[in-house]
């Protein structure tokens, strides 16, 4: 494994802990050797975990449409910004440069990420690991409504074999680099919520 995608939000939340576990998460990345790929925003969570890695002298991509490289979010400072047309093909190139997925807490557009990513898994046009980067039990109500999914018949378990839920940044980066021996207590267990 080379490189590691991390979704995460362009805003920083309202609870420092968000600020900071992204910011060591980056150092995390960075110190066992990953290359950080990310959507290449400066702002929130995004610009933490980029920041953070570049300060530790990782390597740093940022994926983003032309047309938000003309506002003030873009990240400068990048070890590669690759420019695209969409936000569609942001998101694919995200996923073809990624060995793995890390999803920190974020909105609607980290979500959608998240998802994509899991029913890209479902249907097998990939089978990379993917993590939730649980800070504060920001994805304790989303597990919560896959379980209810999954209850009612609706999602099946085959696609969150995968699924790593952790709030801590080594733990989880080792989880989907298969480095660490995958426990009860780490994978996405749907009869309990972490």
């Not at 975990?49 to 740093?60: C, Q, R």
């Not at 506002?71 to 190139?93: D, N, P």
């Not at 807490?105 to 890209?120: A, I, N, Q, R």
Request: aromatic letters at 8%; proline letters at 4%.
């Amino acid at each position: 494994m080379k490189s590691i995608c991390v979704f995460a939000g362009s805003a920083a939340g309202h609870h420092p802990d968000y600020l900071q576990y992204a910011a060591q998460l980056g150092t995390h990345i960075a110190g066992l050797g990953y290359r950080l790929i990310y959507g290449g925003s400066r702002l929130g969570l995004m610009g933490a975990v980029a920041d953070a890695a570049l300060a530790s002298g990782g390597k740093v991509t940022g994926i983003m449409p032309g047309g938000l490289l003309h506002g003030e979010r873009v990240h400068q400072g990048l070890t590669e910004m690759i420019q695209v047309g969409s936000m569609h093909e942001r998101k694919a190139m995200m996923q073809e440069q990624g060995d793995a997925f890390i999803a920190l807490p974020g909105g609607l557009g980290t979500l959608e990420e998240l998802f994509e990513v899991l029913c890209w898994s479902q249907i097998g046009i990939h089978n990379k690991p993917l993590g939730l980067y649980n800070i504060r039990g920001y994805y304790d109500p989303l597990l919560e409504m896959v379980r209810h999914s999954m209850n009612e018949g609706f999602t099946g378990e085959s696609c969150l074999s995968r699924l790593f839920v952790s709030d801590d940044p080594e733990e989880i980066i080792q989880a989907v680099s298969h480095e660490l021996p995958i426990t009860s207590d780490l994978r996405w267990n749907p009869t309990g919520c972490q």
